[in-house]
């Protein structure tokens, strides 16, 4: 009898043994499916990355075209405004010039009295 529970025992440790082995297995592949499924993710990650980088490098291209096309005219109605305006002072200049003067050194006597 001793001989069948030397065997019984053999067996049960031959059996833990393998056991562990299948567990250890077990292990690994979760291990490496992990590490894949975590790398699979990060690729993922990366292609949706660019995709949206391009997508939002596309919308500011072509919305910076249209604000640089109307500062671009803004900028232009503002010089023919400048212009103008420089036009208007330089076209009356001798005038205003001579009113101001006649207007400082002319007393008149309303003017006088109100001070």
């Given at each position: 009898?001793?001989?069948?529970?030397?065997?019984?025992?053999?067996?049960?440790?031959?059996?833990?043994?393998?056991?562990?082995?299948?567990?250890?297995?077990?292990?690994?592949?979760?291990?490496?499916?992990v590490?894949?499924?975590?790398?699979?993710?990060?690729?993922?990650?990366?292609?949706?990355?660019?995709?949206?980088?391009?997508?939002?490098?596309?919308?500011?291209?072509?919305?910076t075209?249209?604000?640089?096309?109307?500062?671009?005219?803004?900028?232009?109605?503002?010089?023919?405004?400048?212009?103008?305006?420089?036009?208007?002072?330089n076209?009356?200049?001798?005038?205003?010039?001579?009113?101001?003067?006649?207007?400082?050194?002319?007393?008149?006597?309303?003017?006088?009295?109100?001070?």
């Amino acid at each position: 009898m001793s001989a069948q529970k030397s065997a019984g025992i053999q067996l049960l440790l031959d059996a833990e043994r393998e056991a562990t082995k299948i567990v250890q297995k077990a292990r690994e592949y979760r291990t490496k499916r992990v590490r894949e499924a975590r790398d699979e993710a990060k690729k993922e990650i990366e292609a949706y990355k660019a995709q949206k980088e391009a997508e939002f490098k596309k919308f500011e291209a072509e919305h910076t075209q249209g604000n640089q096309a109307a500062q671009e005219e803004a900028n232009r109605e503002a010089e023919e405004r400048i212009r103008e305006i420089k036009e208007a002072g330089n076209k009356n200049r001798e005038q205003v010039i001579k009113d101001l003067l006649h207007a400082v050194f002319t007393p008149t006597p309303e003017a006088m009295a109100a001070h």
